[in-house]
């Protein structure tokens, strides 16, 4: 069975610094990978996606994950945060894209410290 | 043009009684599906609807059902409600199954 472990439930870190945050999953077949986030009040919002090819994916706000397969990880970072970029980050991971088959990490709050 | 919007944005039952939550997809969606996301956990499937049918629901008991109506919207309905139903219920919708999903905002039901 596949799952998602995401390693922090907080991650605190001042403006304009880097982060990371952490995604590990379990699956015997090859994967397709998802980062949501969910601002404050808000519903979730795609923030990126590996389906195939390159494993350095780019996504808005200027996150990127790296898929990495011998590690199992698909983490997310930022080079610099911003204030707004404080929210709930979760990562889902699902063997045939479909929707209703993404299994969710339990989510990442992201502090942003001024 | 408008995104996926839920009623109410919050509802409290007490124990034993029924709750009834409502989505609206984007214009064109024709699938929808429905979340819990308990405190502290991640976000585990409910149900999928797609063209008015049930397709799949997740691991939950059969008090947890819902119907799709001919203009797409859905509606979850939670029979005998326990204190564990407690939580986040999100609907999101897609053109097709996989496809990107957008969420709405959420129904947070609390069970007293």
């Known amino acids: 069975a596949q799952s998602v472990t995401q390693l922090d439930s907080q991650v605190p870190v001042f403006e304009e610094a880097p982060v990371e945050l952490r995604c590990n999953y379990s699956s015997s077949v090859s994967v397709y990978l998802f980062w949501y986030v969910q601002y404050p009040n808000q519903g979730l919002q795609l923030l990126l996606k590996?389906?195939?090819?390159s494993t350095l994916v780019k996504g808005i706000n200027g996150f990127e994950a790296e898929f990495n397969k011998s590690q199992t990880s698909f983490h997310l970072r930022k080079p610099s945060v911003h204030i707004s970029d404080t929210a709930e980050y979760f990562c889902?991971?699902?063997?045939?894209?479909?929707?209703?088959?993404?299994?969710w990490g339990a989510g990442t709050k992201l502090i942003i410290k001024p | 043009e408008a995104g996926v919007t839920q009623s109410p944005t919050h509802l409290i039952k007490t124990r034993g009684q029924q709750a009834t939550l409502r989505c609206s997809p984007i214009s064109g969606h024709t699938s929808v599906y429905w979340y819990q996301q308990a405190l502290g956990l991640g976000l585990q499937f409910l149900l999928w609807y797609d063209e008015g049918e049930e397709r799949n629901r997740g691991n939950f008991p059969p008090r947890f059902s819902g119907r799709q109506f001919p203009n797409y919207s859905s509606e979850l309905n939670v029979n005998a409600l326990e204190l564990e139903d407690s939580a986040l219920y999100l609907c999101?919708?897609?053109?097709?199954?996989?496809?990107?999903?957008?969420f709405g905002q959420g129904t947070r039901l609390t069970v007293v």
């Open positions: 999101a919708s897609s053109l097709q199954e996989n496809t990107e999903a957008f």
């Open positions: 590996y389906l195939s090819g």
């Open positions: 889902a991971v699902s063997d045939t894209g479909s929707n209703y088959q993404l299994i």
